[in-house]
Every structure is written in structure tokens, then in C-alpha cells.
């Protein structure tokens, strides 16, 4: 089981280019806040934000009024 586990874990390591963030878990606390810094941006993302094209054109149409 742990070397099947290890194998994984190189396989996802030689894939390192590929992902869009990488954290290191050489120390727990900063990994964990990495990755709460990770789930903070990507639900932040412009497009997981439902109405906010709407709420936009709303600030710039009340703008230019």
C-alpha cells in the first residue's frame, strides 16, 4: 500500500508543470494556508461570480448617467 502510494505521488510529481499551483508541504501551517489562499482565489474568480457582469454594467451605466 505505501509503495503504491508513493509511485502515485511521483506520477503527480512529474506532472508538476501542469497543475496551476503547487504547494509544498514542508511545513503544515504554511501549507494549509496556501491552500485556504488557493480556495479564496478560485472562488473569487471572475467567472464564479453569478450577476456580476450585471452588477458591472450597472456601475458603469450609473457612471456615464
Not at 508543470?17 to 496556501?34: G, I, K, M, Q, T
Request: cysteine-free; hydrophobic content about 45%; proline content about 2%.
Amino acid at each position: 500500500m505505501i509503495a503504491t502510494r508513493l509511485a502515485n505521488a511521483r506520477a503527480e510529481i512529474e506532472h508538476w508543470r501542469e497543475y496551476d499551483y503547487v504547494v509544498v508541504n514542508e511545513d503544515l501551517d504554511r501549507a494549509y494556508a496556501a491552500v485556504k489562499a488557493i480556495v479564496t482565489a478560485e472562488r473569487l474568480r471572475r467567472d464564479r461570480r453569478p450577476g456580476l457582469f450585471d452588477f458591472v454594467s450597472g456601475l458603469l451605466s450609473e457612471k456615464t448617467a
